[in-house]
């Protein structure tokens, strides 16, 4: 049986359906059978992210109200034979997933696939409800600045007692991905570190993934930041975070955490 | 600490985490029922029965671990008061 990520943050912006994409295709990458779900009806953009837009004909509605065979809607990538896409409806509203229906796809799902990576729409509505109910793990993505982690804050809260898992009483297992980190600016006292954000939101860290332009260019091709340009930093820090993920015992290294020439001359200290 | 620091701006960082953690610590709390965030309360309202508060004056720090909760409340009392409330 397959496992459920959710990927999820409350606020909006912070790199979700990036994520999803990179998490996804660098499951995919090791060999393992994935498929990425947007469960953003109404604003789908996870075929953009993946490149596969111009390919989509049927979405997880058209499943859920049988208009559709699950294997019809399912997109394959074409770079990865074992990634496939299952894309959200652009014209109907949130309303049309029901609970019922959205168990019935998982379940699905995790027959035929290893993982079942679940793109999170913004908010703490019916659609961030409905993408994390079936998870067994949660990917909270959270950039360092005060709103994205008050908003992590409250989602952890949620998945601790919304999710399926949590009302028979178990323990979803929960990780946090801080994304856009600059490392630089951390040390200089001007943003959040990793271990602000730990203190506060006290979930273990899975990945820490450096502000980076290979993000913006991975997204403007329509390529998840893994295929795109596999040796670029946030893609590292993504292939690390999957290894992780899939239980490795790695440790944790800050990306682009070096000095630069004035660092060096006046040794700076953060307060 | 360097020449070039007095030429700096404050640090923004450790006041965000001071601000999430104080948050985070009243948000997280089903109403009333958490016991630092209920004491910053009253312990304000009896300041405040006394002197008058200047929100702006009053620090409120949280820390912790899974051990001890640690509340750390600043408040300024401008000398005026004192000699009135004597």
Known sequence: MGKV???TSGKGGVGKTTSTAALGAALAQRGEKVA???FDVGLRNLDLVMGAERRVVYDIVNV???DAKLPQALIRDK???NLFLLPASQTRDKDALTPEGVEIVMNDLKRY???IVCDSPAGIERGATLAMRHADVAVVVTNPEVSSVRDSDRIIGLLDA???KAERGERIEKHLLLTRYDAVRAERGDMLKVEDVLDILSIPLIGIIPESTDVLRASNLGSPVTLADARSAPAMAYFDAVRRLT???LPITIPGEKR????KIFGRKAA | MSVFNLFRKQRSAPTARERLQVLLAHERAPAGSDLVAQLREEILAVIARHVELDHDRVRVKMDGDEHVSILEIDVEIPLSAVVQAA
């Open chain 1, 5 to 7: 990520i959710v990927v």
């Open chain 1, 36 to 38: 990425v779900v947007d």
């Open chain 1, 64 to 66: 859920i109200q049988g």
């Open chain 1, 79 to 81: 770079r990865l034979e």
């Open chain 1, 113 to 115: 696939f290893d993982w």
């Open chain 1, 162 to 164: 919304k999710t399926a």
């Open chain 1, 247 to 249: 239980g490795e015992p």
């Open chain 1, 260 to 263: 630069g020439i004035f660092g």
